[in-house]
């Protein structure tokens, strides 16, 4: 049975990475040719349970689906396993981080413009399904 989890969640993860970037340059520009708002997602993805269930409680429902595509969505993973992403990710995410997550939360949701000004952010998550204040945020700069 928990080879199937593994696989299903594989899977999702793939789905889930499909719609996000990686880079910031190419998210601010995509921003600014569609006039849209940036949602940067900082997670510790192997490593930090709230972010594993946060992908689950909010990125694979149909509201957070529906909400997406009013945003250009930006993926900054910082994991423990170093095999997860290559050295050149790895800095350029810590360079993200640096300038948009100086405290290193994780989950953390940031709303940035197509300037890339922080407009607003959401940290945490208690893993209890409950995903009201990750949506009201998101809707509030759709």
């Not at 940067?40 to 957070?64: N, Q, R």
Request: charged share 25%; proline share 4%.
């Amino acid at each position: 049975m928990l080879p199937v989890f593994i696989i299903a969640q594989a899977e999702k993860s793939v789905v889930m990475e499909s719609a996000w970037l990686t880079d910031y340059d190419t998210a601010l520009a995509k921003a600014e040719k569609e006039d849209k708002n940036i949602l940067v997602y900082f997670t510790g993805s192997d490593w930090c349970p709230p972010c594993k269930m946060l992908k689950k409680d909010l990125f694979e429902t149909t509201a957070f689906q529906d909400i997406s595509n009013d945003f250009i969505m930006l993926y900054i993973d910082m994991p423990m396993n170093r095999d997860l992403i290559s050295d050149e990710q790895l800095r350029h995410n810590k360079d993200v981080s640096s300038k948009h997550n100086r405290k290193g939360a994780v989950p953390l949701l940031t709303i940035l413009n197509a300037k890339g000004k922080e407009l607003d952010a959401y940290s945490g998550y208690s893993m209890n399904g409950e995903i009201r204040y990750h949506l009201d945020l998101l809707k509030k700069y759709q």
